[in-house]
Every structure is written in structure tokens, then in C-alpha cells.
């Protein structure tokens, strides 16, 4: 159960720039563990540029985020090096981000999107849609109480990838975590 305490993201009077225009415009909101919230709006309304800045891929123009977990961040780019595999991704992903992975925990996230298949193939030989189930498998290696931002999850996934992806999200905040995406289709029964 949630504790009405525990604040796990804090945003407060946030503006956010994209080149000389502003998208975000004195945003507050704040996430506790166990909430999915879901960004929605039109094309260049600044959802990607806020999930960005609060993964500290952009700069903040003023306010403030605080974030008391740590940060998962799946982009619109999968973010997969296509000459090695997408076993080999997983690992040197979660060794850069300093999350433990065993070979077992490696084994047991590409499971969680019948990744498992093709995980030894060179990834820049894979379709649009394997590559991102290969992308979506760092969330089984992120810890329990992270936080996920999800930049259009489900662009490229089949109707039963996208109830695995819907599963997972949901039992990540049954579990304690926190979960804010951007996307055009229903999500997660958020």
C-alpha cells in the first residue's frame, strides 16, 4: 500500500525551452510509488522534452524536479547498439546505469518479452518490433522502486506485446514503483 508521505517525484514551477520556444510552462506535479500516470496531448505539445528533462537529458529552464529514486528512462529511439546483441545490450546497459544483473536476472527480463529467441542476434538485424521488446526488457533489470519513463511504449509492439507491456507496468507499481509515460493509446488501465 502507498504511504500518503512518500514522494517519490517532486516537479515544481517547471519551465521547459525548446529552442527559443517554451513548451512547459510553470508545471507542478508530484508522483508517489505505486502511481502510472500517462501524457497525452498533440505532437510537439513537450511530452518527450519533459520526460527527457526529468531524466536529465535536458536542461531545466527554471524550477525544480527532485526525484527520490532511481530513474528508468525508455525513449522514442531504442537506444540499442546494432553490433552486438541484444543480450550484450542488456548487460553493458545495466553495468553503465550500476544496476546488479546477473546472468539470471538478464535471463529472466528477456523472458518477460519473449526476447529470449533472438537475444544473441546482432540487433541491427532485428525488426522495429523485436528491437523494442529488446528496449522494454531494461525495465525487468531496473530496480523495484524506479521510476519509469516511457516515451510512446508501445510504438511498434503487436496487441500481445502491448498486454505484456501493460502487465508489467502495472505490476511495477503494485510492487512499489512509479511509472510516467507519454503515449496516444490507452496504457496501463491509466
Known amino acids: 500500500t502507498k ?49 527527457r528533462t526529468i531524466a536529465n537529458r535536458l536542461p531545466v529552464a527554471d524550477g525544480q524536479i527532485s526525484c527520490s529514486v532511481p530513474v528508468v528512462y525508455v525513449g522514442h529511439s ?15 546497459w545495466a553495468r553503465i546505469n550500476g544496476f546488479a544483473c546477473p546472468a539470471s536476472k538478464i535471463d529472466k527480463a528477456l523472458a518477460s518479452f519473449s526476447t529470449t529467441g533472438f537475444a544473441h542476434i ?46 508489467m507496468v502495472i505490476a511495477h507499481a503494485d510492487g512499489g514503483g512509479m511509472v510516467l509515460a507519454a503515449t496516444h493509446i490507452d496504457f496501463a488501465s491509466a
Open 122 to 167: 546482432a540487433t541491427h538485424r532485428l525488426s522495429r518490433g523485436q528491437r523494442r521488446r529488446l528496449a522494454l526488457t531494461r525495465l525487468g533489470l531496473a530496480p523495484a522502486n524506479s521510476l519509469w519513463l516511457l516515451d510512446e511504449p508501445n510504438a511498434g509492439l503487436d496487441q500481445a506485446t502491448i498486454a505484456m507491456l501493460d502487465a
Open 3 to 51: 504511504s500518503p508521505l512518500a514522494v517519490g517525484l517532486q516537479i515544481t514551477n517547471l519551465h521547459l525551452m525548446r529552442s527559443l520556444s517554451v513548451v512547459i510552462n510553470g508545471l507542478s506535479h508530484q508522483q508517489q510509488p505505486g502511481d502510472i500516470y500517462c501524457l497525452k496531448g498533440s505532437n510537439g505539445a513537450g511530452k518527450s522534452t519533459l520526460l
Open 78 to 92: 531504442d537506444g540499442l547498439s546494432g553490433s552486438i546483441s541484444g543480450r550484450e545490450n542488456l548487460r553493458g
